[in-house]
């Protein structure tokens, strides 16, 4: 079974700095998608990046990038340029595709923004 | 609608009622998700829907939980019996593809509190 690990359970950064969240996964296929998923305190789980393991490239969406390590299962998220607005928990996940439809969540790490 | 709609937005109970949780999808989505988040905790997968097709109900923790889609639109999550073991936020998403690129639109959840 895919198994998603966060061993971050808190982070800080202060405004304007940059931050990296970590992320390892435990699979057997070779294809399937990684997305790194936003919960402020409105509970709404907004979508940030998403990575397809078969692109070697990483994904970037703006202040936002990954480092995504395949051999090493590995997909960590670079915040640059932190704002207040991007406090919130972060969430890591899995998606093997095809008949598993289920994404697998991380436990999530809680982003705190210092001004 | 524009998303995922979700009611009520907080619900108390007494231990032992039956609650009844409502998610309406975005429009045209076919594939239809509940979660529920413990706090402090990540997503734990409870049932999906896919179109017309018999629901994934293996995430289901208990008999007392069960949920109902109509077609392709909305979905409502029953508990019965509540326990405090219950208390939890309820999320559901929907997709507009089976499998594709596994990316969920969330609701801003269901708070449940059971006392």
């Known amino acids: 079974a895919q198994t998603v690990t966060q061993s971050q359970p808190e982070m800080s950064v202060q405004e304007a700095e940059t931050v990296t969240l970590s992320c390892t996964y435990d699979?057997?296929?070779?294809?399937?998608?990684l997305f790194w998923y936003k919960q402020p305190p409105s509970r709404q789980m907004i979508l940030v990046i998403r990575?397809?393991?078969?692109?070697?490239q990483n994904a970037t969406e703006n202040r936002f990038s990954v480092n995504f390590q395949k051999a090493a299962k590995s997909f960590s998220l670079k915040i640059s340029d932190s704002q207040l607005g991007d406090a919130a928990m972060y969430f890591c996940?899995?998606?093997?595709?095809?008949?598993?439809?289920?994404?697998?969540f991380g436990k999530g790490t809680l982003l705190t923004v210092n001004p | 609608g524009a998303g995922v709609s979700q009611s009520p937005s907080n619900k108390v109970t007494e231990k032992g009622k039956d609650v009844e949780l409502r998610c309406d999808p975005i429009s045209g989505h076919t594939a239809l998700y509940w979660y529920r988040q413990r706090l402090g905790q990540g997503l734990e997968f409870l049932i999906y829907f896919q179109g017309n097709s018999a629901p994934d109900k293996s995430g289901l923790p208990s008999d007392r939980f069960s949920a109902e889609r109509t077609g392709e639109s909305v979905s409502t999550l029953t508990i019965q019996r509540t326990q405090q073991e219950d208390s939890a936020v309820y999320l559901c998403a929907s997709s507009s593809l089976t499998g594709g690129t596994g990316e969920l639109f969330f609701g801003e959840g269901s708070r449940l509190t059971v006392l």
């Open positions: 996940a899995y998606y093997s595709g095809g008949s598993n439809y289920k994404l697998t």
């Open positions: 699979t057997s296929e070779s294809d399937y998608y």
């Open positions: 990575q397809e393991a078969y692109k070697q």
